[in-house]
T-cell receptor
Framework: NAGVTQTPKFQVLKTGQSMTLQCAQDMNHNSMYWYRQDPGMGLRLIYYSASEGTTDKGEVPNGYNVSRLNKREFSLRLESAAPSQTSVYFC????????????FGPGTRLTVT | DQQVKQNSPSLSVQEGRISILNCDYTNSMFDYFLWYKKYPAEGPTFLISISSIKDKNEDGRFTVFLNKSAKHLSLHIVPSQPGDSAVYFCAASALQGAQKLVFGQGTRLTINP
């Protein structure tokens, strides 16, 4: 049982390049989330998908897009990377009937130069 | 507007003693609170939670206390062990809706032998 997996683990981009961060969960969870973690700021919600087929903005959505490909997979796309997007990105999922306990992936460390 | 605050960036405790981590929130709509533990280069892992209908929840060495009137919660770890050294995040959400988590900035706990 892998839980929540994320690829890649590390990525370096130049300003203006694009990339997609992949996330998959094998727990049959309905809801999935993307967060970014920056020093001194905790984790901030970028986008979430309450259920398959729906996506909504979180606290810091600018510069990002998401796709809920199916129930298992939720991807985060940076169309034109900026140095301000240098961060650690975490994907999470939850079965909504169990309250708000979210399960997190191991993270993707992204550096934009 | 920081809705969840952890005002102590770091805490150092001797092994075997009690560790107390604090968290304050401002949004009275929050009715579910969680603590996550995070080791370097890993995703956050769920530790313990409490709903607003309770004022205490205990799980082994970990106890969370909720004071709704003060909008304050705390995590007690007793006895503290070296493996408890990590960053601890407090998070809050509303049980209704998409169950988005709002995180505090985190407290780095160091347990000294």
């Amino acid at each position: 049982n892998a839980g929540v997996t994320q690829t890649p683990k590390f990525q370096v981009l130049k300003t203006g390049q694009s990339m997609t961060l992949q996330c998959a969960q094998d727990m049959n969870h309905n809801s999935m989330y993307w967060y970014r973690q920056d020093p001194g700021m905790g984790l901030r919600l970028i986008y979430y998908s309450a259920s398959e087929g729906t996506t909504d903005k979180g606290e810091v959505p600018n510069g990002y897009n998401v796709s809920r490909l199916n129930k298992r997979e939720f991807s985060l796309r940076l169309e034109s990377a900026a140095p301000s997007q240098t961060s650690v990105y975490f994907c999470a999922s939850t079965e909504r009937t169990s309250g708000s306990k979210q399960y997190f992936g191991p993270g993707t460390r992204l550096t934009v130069t | 507007d920081q809705q969840v605050k952890q005002n102590s960036p770091s805490l150092s405790v001797q092994e075997g003693r009690i560790s107390i981590l604090n968290c304050d929130y401002t949004n009275s709509m929050f009715d579910y609170f969680l603590w996550y533990k995070k080791y370097p280069a890993e995703g956050p892992t769920f530790l313990i939670s409490i709903s607003s209908i309770k004022d205490k929840n205990e799980d082994g060495r970990f106890t969370v206390f909720l004071n709704k009137s003060a909008k304050h919660l705390s995590l007690h770890i007793v006895p503290s062990q070296p493996g408890d050294s990590a960053v601890y995040f407090c998070a809050a959400s509303a049980l209704q809706g998409a169950q988005k988590l709002v995180f505090g900035q985190g407290t780095r706990l160091t347990i000294n032998p």
